[in-house]
T-cell receptor, first 115, second 109 residues
C-alpha cells in the first residue's frame, strides 16, 4: 500500500532555531500534501495544503512566514518551523493524496519540543 | 458552515459491540472517512464511504446515509487494542477533509 515516510519522528530544539520536517511518498506520486498540527487530546488542525510546484495555501491564523512549506516534487514536501518558540511544541503530521485513486496516507508524525 | 460532530468519549466492554456516530455538514460532499488514532501516533485509515449503505471489513463496518448527513463506525468483538481515538472526516467538493474532534474509545475488560 501507499506509504509516506516522515522524518524526524521527534526533535528537541532550542527556542529561536529552525526545524525542518520532511515527508516523502515512497511508492506513489502525491499531487497534494496536507500539513496538520495536533495538540494533546485535540483533533487534527489543518495548517496548509500544498500542491506540487505551486505555493502552499495556508489556513486562517497560520503564519506562512513562520511555517515554510516546500513541495518541490511529486514525492517530497517539507515543513520548516522558523524561529521556533515553546508554543510551537506539538505533533506535526503530513498527509498525502495520490495522483490516482482516493484516500489520504499519513506520515508517522513528528513530535516537536521547543525548549 | 462546515461541521463534523461525534461524541467525545465512549466506553465499552471487551468482546462487545460499539457504534460510534458521526453527523456532518460540508460544502459539497464526496465521501466520509474513518480513521483510528492511538495516542502519540498518526491516524491510520479504516474506511471510506461514498455510497449509502453499510460496508463491512472484518470486525469493523462503516455506514453512510447521504440524505441524513450521517455515518457510523461499528466495531464488533472488541479487543483491548481497539482502545484509541476514532476520527470521522468528511471530504468536501474541493477534496478538503473536514475533521471531527475524534471519539476516544475506552475498552474495559
Amino acid at each position: 500500500g501507499a506509504v509516506v515516510s516522515q522524518h524526524p519522528s521527534w526533535v528537541i530544539c532550542k527556542s529561536g532555531t529552525s526545524v525542518k520536517i520532511e515527508c516523502r511518498s515512497l511508492d506513489f506520486q502525491a499531487t497534494t500534501m496536507f500539513w496538520y498540527r495536533q495538540f494533546p487530546k485535540q483533533s487534527l488542525m489543518l495548517m496548509a495544503t500544498s500542491n506540487e510546484g505551486s505555493k502552499a495555501t495556508y489556513e486562517q491564523g497560520v503564519e506562512k512566514d513562520k511555517f515554510l512549506i516546500n513541495h518541490a516534487s511529486l514525492t517530497l514536501s517539507t515543513l520548516t518551523v522558523t524561529s521556533a518558540h515553546p508554543e510551537d511544541s506539538s505533533f506535526y503530521i503530513c498527509s498525502a493524496r495520490p495522483r490516482e485513486g482516493y484516500g489520504y496516507t499519513f506520515g508517522s508524525g513528528t513530535r516537536l519540543t521547543v525548549v | 458552515g462546515q461541521n463534523i460532530d461525534q461524541p467525545t468519549e465512549m466506553t465499552a466492554t471487551e468482546g462487545a459491540i460499539v457504534q460510534i456516530n458521526c453527523t456532518y455538514q460540508t460544502s459539497g460532499f464526496n465521501g466520509l472517512f474513518w480513521y483510528q488514532q492511538h495516542a502519540g501516533e498518526a491516524p491510520t485509515f479504516l474506511s471510506y464511504n461514498v455510497l449509502d449503505g453499510l460496508e463491512e471489513k472484518g470486525r469493523f463496518s462503516s455506514f453512510l446515509s447521504r440524505s441524513k448527513g450521517y455515518s457510523y463506525l461499528l466495531l464488533k468483538e472488541l479487543q483491548m487494542k481497539d482502545s484509541a481515538s476514532y476520527l470521522c472526516a468528511g471530504e468536501d467538493s474541493n477534496y478538503q477533509l473536514i475533521w471531527g474532534a475524534g471519539t476516544k474509545l475506552i475498552i474495559k475488560p
